[in-house]
T-cell receptor, first 112, second 115 residues
Framework: QKEVEQDPGPLSVPEGAIVSLNCTYSNSAFQYFMWYRQYSRKGPELLMYTYSSGNKEDGRFTAQVDKSSKYISLFIRDSQPSDSATYLCAMSGGYGAQKLVFGQGTRLTINP | SAVISQKPSRDICQRGTSLTIQCQVDSQVTMMFWYRQQPGQSLTLIAT?????????ESGFVIDKFPISRPNLTFSTLTVSNMSPEDSSIYLC????????????FGPGTRLTVT
């Protein structure tokens, strides 16, 4: 079993829809939870990260962490064609543990 | 966040040859990381490079195959040695951020094809 599981998709939704992307994990030592966006033929770009459980909002993006269920989500509101990309979750123990563990990535397409 | 560049952006190489990939950062960073991303797959960490010390390799990766240099706080190289078609992949460097989360920032990647 992988430490971090993420459905690779592909996921295709119409423009304006709310998108939900999810990851599950098995290591209870993870404290920080990140979401990266990767456009085709580009490097991953850090969208946001959260510490422990709770929600964090940044514009149209909301990250949610439920440590009791070992489940994290990224919601995209009012999705745009420019949001079409692969989204990767990543996790770490933080405080100098340094190593990130990535999910497989979900390929998302927003259709105009 | 730091601005990271990689050279070359892509290359096509013959089996048995070696390629050195460069990673340049616009500010001094403590840690630099090298990843491999095979088509449709996630990122696999190859090694962590600290300035002034030997790189730390992950399980399945060895120094003879992937020698790494880290001569200063803004630059690192990864060499892919004695290449085979199985080495065809995207190679990414990243640097550590300044927060507590161990977040990393990535370069644009080097797309390598071995024929």
């Amino acid at each position: 079993q992988k430490e971090v599981e993420q459905d690779p998709g592909p996921l295709s939704v119409p423009e304006g829809a709310i998108v939900s992307l999810n990851c599950t994990y098995s290591n209870s030592a993870f404290q920080y939870f990140m979401w990266y966006r990767q456009y085709s033929r580009k490097g991953p770009e850090l969208l946001m990260y959260t510490y422990s459980s709770g929600n964090k909002e940044d514009g149209r993006f909301t990250a949610q962490v439920d440590k009791s269920s070992k489940y994290i989500s990224l919601f995209i509101r009012d999705s745009q064609p420019s949001d079409s990309a692969t989204y990767l979750c990543a996790m770490s123990g933080g405080y100098g543990a340094q190593k990130l563990v990535f999910g497989q990535g979900t390929r998302l397409t927003i259709n105009p | 966040s730091a601005v990271i560049s990689q050279k070359p952006s892509r290359d096509i190489c013959q089996r048995g040859t070696s390629l050195t990939i460069q990673c340049q950062v616009d500010s001094q960073v403590t840690m630099m990381f090298w990843y491999r991303q095979q088509p449709g797959q996630s990122l696999t960490l190859i090694a962590t490079a600290n300035q002034g010390s030997e790189a730390t390799y992950e399980s399945g990766f060895v120094i003879d195959k992937f020698p790494i240099s880290r001569p200063n706080l803004t630059f690192s190289t990864l060499t892919v040695s004695n290449m085979s078609p199985e080495d065809s992949s995207i190679y990414l460097c990243s640097v550590d951020g300044t927060g507590d989360a161990d977040e990393q920032y990535f370069g644009p990647g080097t797309r390598l094809t071995v024929t």
